[in-house]
């Protein structure tokens, strides 16, 4: 039976790899870490490690997939576009599936910023404990930005995520190490336990426990900056 390739350990590639094997198709998801695999159930086939461009290439030419679906973080970018050029030289049939973004109220009370740099530069206008939900691979803006004491931080529980933590210099009792999605009550005891006055986050839709996120914080006045999703092409 032909090959299924997905990318991406998220909510969504999970969802599509599930279903895909139990109805009897032969898939393999490629993921970024052994931790993603983890979530993955034993028996999938998983290609784990980041792959660059010419990589992936060399990969799915010997794969010869029958389709490729590109399940990736909307964030990411980078990893979108060399799985549409790897499919387009190949001659793959891709698929996107696309994280609707959210769409609330709440929107129009937190500031909009493009990317982590600008996120930085708006916590200058900022008092107070900073709660950074962005992942651990963009800190260094913001410990630039802003004094690294002021920053508390929600990262996968990884070793990976703890290093780069380490490295940025984010303090050991300014980190939190788990994996989501996250109740609005487990979000309002953590804004309260640290006395967070700012927030940092990403629109990653419904999946991304976003609004679990907001709304605790409205109801606190915590300043939310939101990072806007790349526009997918």
Not at 15 to 44: C, D, I, K, M
Not at 110 to 119: E, K, L, R, Y
Not at 191 to 203: C, H, L, S
């Amino acid at each position: 039976m032909p090959e299924i390739v997905i990318f991406g350990g998220t909510t969504e590639g999970r969802r599509e790899a599930e279903q895909l094997f139990t109805q009897g198709n032969a898939v393999t998801v490629s993921v970024t870490s052994a931790y993603a695999r983890s979530l993955l159930p034993p028996q999938v086939k998983c290609h784990v490690g980041v792959l660059n461009r010419q990589e992936m290439l060399a990969w799915l030419s010997k794969e010869r997939p029958s389709l490729v679906i590109d399940a990736t973080h909307p964030y990411a970018v980078q990893a979108t576009r060399n799985i549409r050029a790897c499919c387009a030289a190949l001659g793959i049939p891709y698929e996107r599936i696309e994280r609707p973004p959210q769409s609330a109220s709440w929107r129009q009370d937190v500031q909009h910023v493009p990317d982590a740099g600008a996120a930085a530069q708006a916590l200058q206008s900022t008092e107070g404990p900073v709660l950074l939900t962005t992942g651990s691979h963009t800190l260094h803006p913001y410990v630039q930005a802003v004094d690294p004491a002021r920053l508390f931080v929600r990262v996968l529980s990884t070793r990976e995520a703890l290093e780069l933590c380490a490295a940025a210099g984010i303090l050991s009792s300014h980190i939190i190490a788990m994996q989501g999605p996250f109740t609005r009550a487990f979000n309002a005891a953590l804004y309260d336990q640290w006395g967070i006055r700012a927030m940092v986050t990403k629109d990653s839709g419904q999946a991304g426990g976003v609004e679990e996120k907001v709304i605790p914080a409205l109801e606190r006045q915590i300043h939310i900056i939101m990072i806007d999703r790349p526009k997918e092409e």
